[in-house]
């Protein structure tokens, strides 16, 4: 795919689906290292998507405007690690709030790169 970030966000996203529920709460238990390494690639990712996807915008002639900001996604991901850190942990794993966790990367949906989210629907 042309987009890593989407990628990564989206094994995050089957990685919280796959996860183990603890019976009759909200509560998961998640891998730890696994989803702080998807996180890590996310923030390696994200940059060169942006360069990439403003070239696919401009070689088609679409603005989408100059106004980008990314502190608002670098912000929700680093929520999300703090989630992510301050859970109780033993050895690989962590147990999060499912619910919690699910929102969050909605969040880094939501508030990812404008330019992303635009070049990535015209390739699609």
Known sequence: MLFKT???LTDIERLILAAHPIFNTDYIVINKQEIEKLIDKIYESMPSDVLEAKKILRDKQINVGTNT????????????EVEIETSFSFMLYSIVNGRKIKNLVDQIYANLP???IEARELNK
Not at 69 to 80: G, Q
């Open 6 to 8: 989407f990628d990564f």
């Open 69 to 80: 900001n990314n502190s608002d996604v670098y912000n929700k991901l680093k929520h999300f």
């Open 114 to 116: 404008q330019e992303i």
